[in-house]
């Protein structure tokens, strides 16, 4: 049965139960592993990575499947998805997968079609310059950024995403080729509180962050949102119910209160809280969800607001240059940013990363008290002695 | 390794389905793409051209010029709708704020979920986008495809929808982006009947699971990563598809420890592979790593040079329980000590494998900060054996676990939120498990227990009179 080109297919919107499909489930994914996994499965005994981006997998059958790991856009086109599949008929028998960070993976079952896949990856550019397929993505290095939709599809973002990844991976494009770092390096980006992309534990964490209370549209907002739920929906109680001089029911905020989580607004489409000079990029860093050698742990805020520079988000890409550089100089073999940052010290992270504490990095919601020291067991730096000055306690 | 579909499988041969042919797929050439523009100015956005990274400006533009090829008579929404997108982009980027509106109740008869319904507010300028809804279509499990289904979808989506596309959204689907309401039944129908192919999850329903590569392509996987999701996706179709949660719910299945999938940080239910006995080790593979013939870490840090491989730095001293140690050249392990970290096998693949008696831990509770702040996932079940089709599980974990949270669970309050708000000590008792030192890093510092009537001797109503017989006023 071939794909309709009826204007409404199959579908009869008169009859909208009749031959109706519901409930199919994804299709069964035995049928698309290319025979060498198939024949494999469950039985693999090793991997080596032989170059940056490419992978061989060792089976105890004797059998081996080469990978060649290329970045991708989350944004693809069908004209892209295409390509990707003219490469996969032409060399991997019309097989091809996609990892969990948007890589795209082609597999083969020789060094011959291996060497032939790769010389022609390298050689494909988009015609205003770019990489379609830079292969990399893998070991001690950085692999592609997991993101959310920002200005392309959403409507909350405080961010845009696709633009800042793009800006971000040209700069660390040589650490996506390369596996020069500690370890691995996992960067994730999420434009707004809601975090669609849960970078909550990333190595480095890109937040688009709202700083302006809603804007509440009274005109409308009784009659399109349900006043208690978006009451209830603050979690920090900072909605009540008020009436508009016209007598229109409505809610008033305690600006002070909010922390712009955005909530509200997902409940209610009359407290927009977008702003241009308000909106700006949150940077955490040091999280990772491994459970290698250290619990997974969370991303701690570094930067409290870069600019939202569009498009290319100067600030931004340098200041995760310098933590990543910083780290690069100074962690050992297999520690994370975060188990760098641990074993230094914070104190010692902001120092060498040049990052200056702010007073927005001292936690001050629920269970803040957990992140404070309560111990005389700290490193003496210059943010140290500032205090120390400012107390009257030095010269 | 069987090979068990819940139905069977149509073939699908792109041939045979397609709607354009190869003239129409290549429409278009070189030296045409490098003198296209398209129909808005778009400076800020075609500044992200440049760079070695892959430009989705320049991949988009490329759909669009495809588009003005194919003709509106080939098209079932407008040609222009990726200019249009690339257009509102510009302006976002101008104005510094995102020009879709808020909501939109749109769907296929019948669902819940699957549809994010979605308007631009700048119409007028940007006609094509007017309505750019979202479907998102559940991916087989880890991703894996064939080019007949991959060009078949392209296809599809072409015709019907905008040609742009996301692989994948953050939860796992493909995403097709952007089409008009008219079309959203035409594509569940084609993706139905011709792919045999479902959506995925959205609103306050079981989002789509997913998993990690698992045995396909993994020598740590524990457990069939990808039949556990193939086989939870399927049985809970009706929790996918209508909603009847109090918010989203998420399953994801991890392998191994190292949580390729991220399953401990972003799943209210997370299962990860690990064995409960000892780890397999081939001291012949373990002198060629400390002779320096087998790369560590499967080479991951060849691109510096780190010195010599030092199996005592590396690998004894860095493991956390330090259950490890050399004695007469071979390397022995307390397994019983081990807490599964998978360091010492990352870094010695060829010598160190998990052991062969293999199973799950469950977690519950992750998610992100919206509402009551960012959640790890809580260790709750420590080993449990996955064997299809799953029964223990669905009956002894998520059935109990869902019961609970839809009876308890307030609108839009994830299941780490519900297992904060009533305590650990519920969840217990939803699941019927006894509590573990495992369950916590360290026992409470605070001593303000909520003792139940029954756990204290003779319960606690007392008579006032029989204390004052005690105790003068």
Same mark, same amino acid.
């Given at each position: 049965?071939?794909?309709?080109?009826?204007?409404?297919?199959?579908?009869?919107?008169?009859?909208?139960?009749?031959?109706?499909?519901?409930?199919?489930?994804?299709?069964?994914?035995?049928?698309?592993?290319?025979?060498?996994?198939?024949?494999?499965?469950?039985?693999?005994?090793?991997?080596?990575?032989?170059?940056?981006?490419?992978?061989?997998?060792?089976?105890?059958?004797?059998?081996?499947?080469?990978?060649?790991?290329?970045?991708?856009?989350?944004?693809?086109?069908?004209?892209?998805?295409?390509?990707?599949?003219?490469?996969?008929?032409?060399?991997?028998?019309?097989?091809?997968?996609?990892?969990?960070?948007?890589?795209?993976?082609?597999?083969?079952?020789?060094?011959?079609?291996?060497?032939?896949?790769?010389?022609?990856?390298?050689?494909?550019?988009?015609?205003?310059?770019?990489?379609?397929?830079?292969?990399?993505?893998?070991?001690?290095?950085?692999?592609?950024?997991?993101?959310?939709?920002?200005?392309?599809?959403?409507?909350?973002?405080?961010?845009?995403?696709?633009?800042?990844?793009?800006?971000?991976?040209?700069?660390?494009?040589?650490?996506?080729?390369?596996?020069?770092?500690?370890?691995?390096?996992?960067?994730?980006?999420?434009?707004?509180?809601?975090?669609?992309?849960?970078?909550?534990?990333?190595?480095?964490?890109?937040?688009?962050?709202?700083?302006?209370?809603?804007?509440?549209?009274?005109?409308?907002?009784?009659?399109?949102?349900?006043?208690?739920?978006?009451?209830?929906?603050?979690?920090?109680?900072?909605?009540?119910?008020?009436?508009?001089?016209?007598?229109?029911?409505?809610?008033?905020?305690?600006?002070?209160?909010?922390?712009?989580?955005?909530?509200?607004?997902?409940?209610?489409?009359?407290?927009?809280?977008?702003?241009?000079?308000?909106?700006?990029?949150?940077?955490?860093?040091?999280?990772?969800?491994?459970?290698?050698?250290?619990?997974?742990?969370?991303?701690?805020?570094?930067?409290?607001?870069?600019?939202?520079?569009?498009?290319?988000?100067?600030?931004?890409?340098?200041?995760?240059?310098?933590?990543?550089?910083?780290?690069?100089?100074?962690?050992?073999?297999?520690?994370?940013?975060?188990?760098?940052?641990?074993?230094?010290?914070?104190?010692?992270?902001?120092?060498?990363?040049?990052?200056?504490?702010?007073?927005?990095?001292?936690?001050?919601?629920?269970?803040?008290?957990?992140?404070?020291?309560?111990?005389?067991?700290?490193?003496?730096?210059?943010?140290?002695?500032?205090?120390?000055?400012?107390?009257?306690?030095?010269? | 390794?069987?090979?068990?579909?819940?139905?069977?499988?149509?073939?699908?041969?792109?041939?045979?389905?397609?709607?354009?042919?190869?003239?129409?797929?290549?429409?278009?050439?070189?030296?045409?793409?490098?003198?296209?523009?398209?129909?808005?100015?778009?400076?800020?956005?075609?500044?992200?051209?440049?760079?070695?990274?892959?430009?989705?400006?320049?991949?988009?533009?490329?759909?669009?010029?495809?588009?003005?090829?194919?003709?509106?008579?080939?098209?079932?929404?407008?040609?222009?709708?990726?200019?249009?997108?690339?257009?509102?982009?510009?302006?976002?980027?101008?104005?510094?704020?995102?020009?879709?509106?808020?909501?939109?109740?749109?769907?296929?008869?019948?669902?819940?979920?699957?549809?994010?319904?979605?308007?631009?507010?700048?119409?007028?300028?940007?006609?094509?986008?007017?309505?750019?809804?979202?479907?998102?279509?559940?991916?087989?499990?880890?991703?894996?495809?064939?080019?007949?289904?991959?060009?078949?979808?392209?296809?599809?989506?072409?015709?019907?929808?905008? *040609?742009?596309?996301?692989?994948? !959204?953050?939860?796992?689907?493909?995403?097709?982006? +952007?089409? %008009?309401?008219? @079309?959203? =039944?035409?594509?569940?129908?084609?993706?139905?009947?011709?792919?045999?192919?479902?959506?995925?999850?959205?609103?306050?329903?079981?989002?789509?699971?997913?998993?990690?590569?698992?045995?396909?392509?993994?020598?740590?996987?524990?457990?069939?990563?990808?039949?556990?999701?193939?086989?939870?996706?399927?049985?809970?179709?009706?929790?996918?598809?209508?909603?009847?949660?109090?918010?989203?719910?998420?399953?994801?299945?991890?392998?191994?420890?190292?949580?390729?999938?991220?399953?401990?940080?972003?799943?209210?239910?997370?299962?990860?592979?690990?064995?409960?006995?000892?780890?397999?080790?081939?001291?012949?593979?373990?002198?060629?790593?400390?002779? *320096?013939?087998?790369?560590?870490? !499967?080479?991951?840090?060849?691109?510096?040079?780190? +010195?010599? %491989?030092?199996? @005592?730095? =590396?690998?004894?001293?860095?493991?956390?329980?330090?259950?490890?140690?050399?004695?007469?050249?071979?390397?022995?392990?307390?397994?019983?000590?081990?807490?599964?970290?998978?360091?010492?096998?990352?870094?010695?693949?060829?010598?160190?494998?998990?052991?062969?008696?293999?199973?799950?831990?469950?977690?519950?509770?992750?998610?992100?900060?919206?509402?009551?702040?960012?959640?790890?996932?809580?260790?709750?079940?420590?080993?449990?054996?996955?064997?299809?089709?799953?029964?223990?599980?669905?009956?002894?974990?998520?059935?109990?676990?869902?019961?609970?949270?839809?009876?308890?669970?307030?609108?839009?309050?994830?299941?780490?939120?519900?297992?904060?708000?009533?305590?650990?000590?519920?969840?217990?008792?939803?699941?019927?498990?006894?509590?573990?030192?495992?369950?916590?890093?360290?026992?409470?510092?605070?001593?303000?227990?909520?003792?139940?009537?029954?756990?204290?001797?003779?319960?606690?109503?007392?008579?006032?009179?029989?204390?004052?017989?005690?105790?003068?006023?």
């Amino acid at each position: 049965m071939a794909l309709s080109q009826e204007r409404l297919g199959r579908y009869n919107p008169d009859k909208p139960m009749e031959n109706r499909l519901t409930d199919l489930g994804p299709r069964h994914y035995w049928q698309y592993f290319p025979p060498v996994i198939q024949n494999n499965y469950g039985k693999w005994l090793y991997h080596e990575i032989l170059e940056p981006g490419v992978l061989v997998h060792v089976s105890e059958t004797g059998d081996k499947v080469f990978t060649v790991r290329c970045g991708g856009c989350r944004f693809m086109t069908v004209e892209n998805v295409r390509e990707i599949c003219e490469i996969a008929d032409k060399y991997c028998d019309g097989y091809v997968r996609f990892t969990t960070r948007n890589n795209i993976e082609f597999m083969v079952d020789t060094q011959d079609k291996l060497d032939a896949l790769v010389k022609d990856l390298r050689s494909r550019k988009h015609v205003s310059g770019s990489y379609k397929f830079p292969i990399g993505g893998t070991g001690a290095g950085v692999t592609n950024i997991v993101h959310t939709q920002g200005y392309i599809h959403c409507h909350t973002p405080a961010t845009d995403a696709s633009s800042m990844v793009k800006s971000i991976m040209d700069e660390l494009f040589d650490y996506f080729q390369g596996m020069t770092l500690p370890a691995q390096v996992r960067v994730s980006m999420a434009c707004c509180l809601n975090m669609c992309g849960a970078v909550h534990c990333s190595d480095i964490a890109l937040l688009g962050y709202h700083r302006k209370p809603p804007i509440i549209d009274s005109e409308v907002l009784e009659s399109v949102c349900e006043i208690p739920l978006v009451i209830a929906a603050c979690p920090t109680a900072a909605i009540s119910p008020a009436k508009t001089e016209e007598g229109k029911k409505t809610v008033k905020i305690k600006k002070e209160r909010c922390m712009f989580c955005g909530n509200c607004y997902t409940m209610c489409m009359a407290l927009p809280l977008s702003d241009k000079e308000g909106d700006c990029v949150t940077l955490l860093a040091g999280g990772k969800l491994s459970n290698r050698i250290s619990p997974p742990k969370f991303s701690k805020v570094v930067i409290p607001a870069l600019p939202n520079n569009f498009p290319r988000f100067p600030e931004t890409c340098e200041a995760i240059k310098k933590i990543i550089e910083a780290y690069a100089a100074d962690a050992r073999k297999y520690e994370r940013i975060g188990d760098w940052a641990e074993r230094i010290g914070w104190e010692k992270f902001f120092e060498k990363c040049g990052i200056p504490f702010t007073e927005h990095l001292i936690d001050d919601y629920r269970l803040a008290y957990d992140t404070y020291r309560t111990s005389t067991q700290f490193k003496f730096t210059e943010a140290a002695w500032a205090v120390s000055k400012a107390a009257g306690g030095i010269e | 390794m069987a090979f068990e579909p819940k139905e069977p499988q149509k073939e699908l041969k792109y041939d045979e389905l397609r709607i354009y042919s190869d003239d129409e797929l290549n429409n278009y050439t070189e030296e045409e793409l490098k003198n296209f523009k398209i129909k808005h100015d778009i400076p800020m956005v075609e500044d992200l051209e440049s760079g070695p990274w892959p430009s989705f400006v320049a991949d988009a533009k490329r759909e669009a010029l495809h588009r003005r090829k194919l003709g509106q008579d080939r098209l079932m929404i407008e040609q222009d709708v990726v200019e249009d997108m690339l257009g509102q982009l510009e302006v976002s980027f101008q104005d510094g704020e995102t020009h879709w509106k808020h909501g939109g109740i749109v769907g296929v008869f019948g669902y819940g979920g699957g549809v994010i319904g979605r308007y631009s507010d700048l119409q007028e300028q940007f006609p094509s986008i007017a309505h750019f809804h979202t479907l998102r279509v559940n991916q087989p499990a880890s991703k894996f495809y064939s080019t007949d289904y991959l060009k078949t979808i392209c296809d599809l989506w072409e015709f019907r929808g905008s *040609g742009m596309m996301n692989m994948h !959204g953050s939860t796992g689907d493909i995403i097709f982006l +952007g089409t %008009f309401t008219e @079309q959203l =039944e035409p594509i569940f129908f084609e993706l139905g009947h011709v792919l045999q192919q479902d959506l995925g999850g959205s609103g306050s329903n079981l989002r789509t699971p997913s998993c990690c590569i698992g045995k396909a392509r993994c020598e740590f996987a524990c457990v069939d990563t990808q039949e556990l999701c193939y086989e939870l996706t399927h049985y809970y179709q009706d929790e996918l598809h209508r909603p009847q949660f109090p918010y989203k719910f998420k399953f994801k299945f991890d392998g191994c420890p190292n949580g390729c999938v991220a399953s401990i940080a972003r799943s209210d239910m997370s299962f990860i592979g690990t064995w409960r006995d000892n780890i397999r080790i081939d001291q012949e593979a373990v002198q060629a790593y400390i002779g *320096g013939e087998i790369a560590p870490n !499967g080479g991951a840090h060849a691109g510096k040079d780190w +010195g010599k %491989f030092d199996i @005592q730095k =590396e690998v004894i001293d860095l493991c956390p329980t330090r259950c490890m140690w050399m004695e007469d050249g071979k390397l022995k392990i307390d397994d019983k000590e081990c807490t599964r970290c998978m360091h010492c096998i990352n870094v010695m693949p060829r010598a160190l494998r998990p052991g062969t008696d293999t199973g799950v831990s469950i977690l519950l509770g992750a998610k992100a900060p919206i509402l009551e702040g960012a959640q790890m996932a809580l260790l709750t079940i420590p080993f449990m054996k996955a064997e299809p089709p799953f029964d223990n599980i669905k009956e002894k974990v998520i059935e109990p676990i869902w019961d609970w949270w839809m009876e308890e669970g307030k609108n839009r309050e994830r299941l780490g939120e519900l297992i904060q708000r009533q305590g650990v000590q519920k969840l217990l008792e939803v699941l019927n498990i006894p509590p573990m030192p495992q369950m916590v890093k360290e026992p409470r510092a605070n001593p303000y227990i909520f003792w139940k009537e029954e756990d204290v001797p003779g319960g606690w109503d007392r008579d006032i009179k029989d204390y004052r017989a005690r105790h003068k006023r």
